[in-house]
């Protein structure tokens, strides 16, 4: 078969992708494409071959697909990365150089990729790939099939396995969080709108006129009631408790609905120099300023910020300021409840693992309260630390 001439507009090859896509060629022009007999540029060849790697004509497809693998990797890797090749062609070609990742890293680089490309990578990409599209956290966030690939993907690293794991549970925490303030805001106003009933009824109930008032003081003069004064009756332990448990949960919600109505600047302001109580409801705000501010405030104790670190509803910044800051990871009972709090960041978690002596890794490799990730870097680390023990640090 002897290639026809190109160099004339006139030919049939003249307008090659334009004429492959709107199927004007016939079946002996596509095959000449195909096998690569045609002496085209080689990018314009690339993608020819890319579009009829899906031809109707299996010979044709076949022959299209042998020719793209062997094709050298600068050529194919210049069609990847270039901004002008439409995501369909990009798709074609991850799956056509699926094991290839010097070509399906300029893919997931190149910004016209779609989501679907960028999920059949995540779930079927070698490892090098897959950690290099985790770091894109602004596409993966958006997307909860990316991250259920890179999940299902076997050569996802443990590392982003457990960072994406943490991810997902935060997330569903921080809904039911929402859910949870969401409830108690309702509760709040409709307690606010019946108290403002009752001060509306109260308020038109009329008040007694003169001659209501000399019949009722006629009546008493009349009839005077001696009422023997009872002895007031002894409240139990347990409904003494009751009854205060009562009032400091009616002064909580009042509180909490105070803080709604405020907006984040005073609740900044609050959250630096408020009480315990609204810093503590403040330490679980959605916003970061208002949330950063409340731990980091001044009046803020150590014991504070060991609840605090145990809090599975607050956002990781403060976990963050607490993880990183030399004063709180002093105590031994600050970095246990960050350790075993699975909305601590990552690398946070595995710093503080890294001064935790043999007793402290010991019961964290048995705890089965912590994720599996964190309990196995426990034990790992506590063997090792067993093992230079044993072995006398000698060298």
């Known amino acids: 078969m002897t290639p026809p001439e190109t160099s004339g507009s006139d030919t049939p090859f003249g307008?090659?992708?334009?004429?492959?896509?709107?199927?004007?060629?016939?079946?002996?022009?596509?095959?000449?494409?195909?096998?690569?007999?045609?002496?085209?540029?080689?990018?314009?060849?690339?993608?020819?071959?890319?579009?009829?790697?899906?031809?109707d004509e299996p010979e044709i497809k076949e022959a299209a697909q042998d020719?793209?693998?062997?094709?050298?990797?600068?050529?194919?890797?210049?069609?990847?990365?270039?901004?002008d090749t439409v995501p369909?062609?990009?798709?074609?070609?991850?799956?056509?150089?699926?094991?290839?990742?010097?070509?399906?890293?300029?893919?997931?680089?190149?910004?016209?990729?779609?989501?679907?490309?960028?999920?059949?990578?995540?779930?079927?990409?070698?490892?090098?790939?897959?950690?290099?599209?985790?770091?894109?956290?602004?596409?993966?966030?958006?997307?909860?099939?990316?991250?259920?690939?890179?999940?299902?993907?076997?050569?996802?690293?443990?590392?982003?396995?457990?960072?994406?794991?943490?991810?997902?549970?935060e997330q569903q925490e921080q809904r039911e969080a929402r859910e949870r303030d969401r409830e108690l805001a309702e509760q709040a106003a409709a307690q606010a709108l019946e108290e403002k009933i009752k001060a509306e009824r109260v308020k038109a109930t009329p008040e007694p006129t003169t001659v209501q008032k000399e019949s009722i003081l006629k009546e008493k003069a009349v009839k005077p009631t001696v009422t023997k004064k009872a002895a007031p009756k002894k409240k139990k332990p347990a409904e003494k408790e009751e009854i205060e448990l009562l009032d400091e949960e009616k002064e909580h919600i009042t509180t909490a609905q105070r803080i709604a109505g405020m907006n984040v600047a005073d609740r900044v302001k609050?959250?630096?120099?408020?009480?315990?109580?609204?810093?503590?409801?403040?330490?679980?705000?959605?916003?970061?300023?208002?949330?950063?501010?409340?731990?980091?405030?001044?009046?803020?104790?150590?014991?504070?910020?060991?609840?605090?670190?145990?809090?599975?509803?607050v956002m990781d910044d403060v976990l963050r300021e607490i993880g990183t800051s030399r004063e709180y990871t002093k105590s031994p009972t600050i970095r246990r409840a960050l350790i075993e709090n699975p909305r601590t960041p990552v690398g946070i978690t595995l710093n503080l693992m890294k001064h935790a002596n043999e007793k402290e890794l010991w019961e964290l490799s048995r705890n089965r309260n912590i994720p599996d990730v964190i309990r196995t870097t426990a034990r790992r680390a506590y063997s090792r630390k067993m093992k230079r023990k044993s072995g006398g640090g000698g060298h």
């Open 270 to 313: 609050l959250a630096t120099l408020g009480t315990r109580e609204e810093r503590m409801i403040l330490v679980r705000e959605m916003n970061r300023l208002v949330a950063v501010a409340a731990i980091t405030s001044p009046k803020t104790t150590e014991d504070d910020v060991e609840q605090i670190a145990k809090l599975k509803n």
């Open 15 to 55: 307008t090659v992708l334009q004429d492959i896509q709107e199927k004007t060629l016939d079946k002996e022009q596509r095959m000449i494409i195909a096998k690569g007999f045609l002496p085209l540029e080689p990018e314009v060849l690339a993608k020819a071959l890319l579009y009829l790697s899906s031809d």
């Open 67 to 83: 020719t793209i693998m062997e094709l050298p990797v600068a050529i194919v890797k210049n069609i990847a990365q270039s901004r």
């Open 88 to 169: 369909e062609l990009l798709h074609i070609l991850a799956r056509m150089r699926i094991g290839d990742s010097e070509i399906l890293e300029a893919i997931i680089l190149n910004p016209t990729i779609n989501d679907d490309t960028f999920t059949f990578i995540a779930k079927h990409g070698p490892a090098n790939v897959v950690e290099i599209l985790s770091g894109n956290q602004e596409r993966i966030l958006q997307n909860e099939a990316i991250i259920a690939a890179i999940l299902s993907n076997p050569n996802t690293s443990q590392f982003i396995r457990m960072r994406l794991e943490m991810y997902q549970q």
